[in-house]
């Protein structure tokens, strides 16, 4: 691979030999007959890469205001699952347990021993399944606006029913018009934030939103999060009409060795709030 990469360049395989210093790199990796793309933003080496799980139906793109912003040092590793962004959709849905198992095999593929994990939103119950099946491959692990699956404490219905269609990835004026409603925070007094948000959005089509429905479908992490023995960071935004806070600190209880930090923001915090979650998170891990 020879790019340098923005969101509109030319994208070709990644090699784990081809990393450059500073440079994001973007290309296509198969990984035991499926095909991911994949972003590689290079660290020094000496810390441990962290891999980054996004939310459903967003492309790794969406990550870039808080990659931008994290410690250098930090390699970041973010991919577009099947059927988002410039990943294909397989044939067949993956539930959470192959997903896991895909970033397992993607760790290999990059030579990564150890990795840190930290999970957005429906990529926090990835995050979550992955430490729990494949400990000794995750270090530490960061959850984010997320929760412990199908016995959460739910949004408002309205917000709900909103999340439930893809629209929003495929109608970015859709986004524009609800994010404020759905995300909460910052959002819902700066317009031109999610019209930003909007642009950076790159839909791979509905049938990828379902797969990822599906992968979540029944799942729950309740009964067996006191088994995570991972140091944990659990971030929440104070007014996340999605996912309450208050599944942030059921969590926080359950899991033996986790931290809680609610920060002053809705549900993109990430991308709202990302230096200063660039820097909890560069503290957390450097530890």
């Not at 990393?19 to 994949?38: K, P, Q, S």
Request: charged share 20%; aromatic share 6%.
């Amino acid at each position: 691979m020879s790019e340098t990469t923005t969101a509109a360049a030319t994208e070709s395989p990644v090699t784990p030999d081809e990393r450059v210093a500073t440079a994001t790199r973007v290309g296509m990796i198969d990984v035991d007959g499926t095909l991911l793309r994949v972003a590689i933003r290079p660290g020094t080496g000496e810390r441990t890469p962290l891999v980054l799980l996004n939310g459903i139906g967003a492309n790794l793109e969406l990550l870039k205001p808080f990659v931008d912003v994290l410690n250098p040092e930090i390699e970041a590793i973010s991919f577009d699952v099947p059927g988002v962004g410039g990943s294909p959709a397989t044939t067949l849905p993956f539930r959470f347990s192959g997903l896991a198992r895909l970033i397992d095999r993607l760790a290999d593929h990059l030579h990564y021993q150890e990795v840190d994990v930290m999970g957005v939103s429906w990529g926090g119950a990835l995050a979550q399944e992955f430490a729990h099946k494949y400990p000794r491959r995750c270090r530490r692990l960061i959850l984010a606006c997320t929760a412990p699956g199908s016995v959460m404490v739910p949004g408002k219905i309205s917000v709900m029913l909103d999340m439930a269609s893809p629209r929003r990835y495929l109608q970015p004026s859709h986004m524009v018009k609800i994010a404020p409603k759905i995300y909460g925070g910052k959002l819902r007094n700066e317009p031109e934030k999610a019209a930003k948000h909007a642009e950076a959005v790159m839909s791979g089509g509905g049938i990828g939103y379902l797969h990822q429905m599906f992968a979540a479908m029944g799942w729950t992490s309740i009964h067996w999060l006191h088994k995570i023995k991972q140091p944990t960071l659990i971030l929440a935004g104070d007014d996340d009409p999605i996912v309450p806070p208050i599944n942030a600190k059921i969590m926080a209880r359950r899991i033996p060795n986790s931290t809680l930090h609610i920060l002053a923001c809705g549900h993109l915090f990430i991308i709202t709030l990302a230096e200063e979650t660039a820097a909890l998170v560069d503290q957390f891990l450097a530890k």
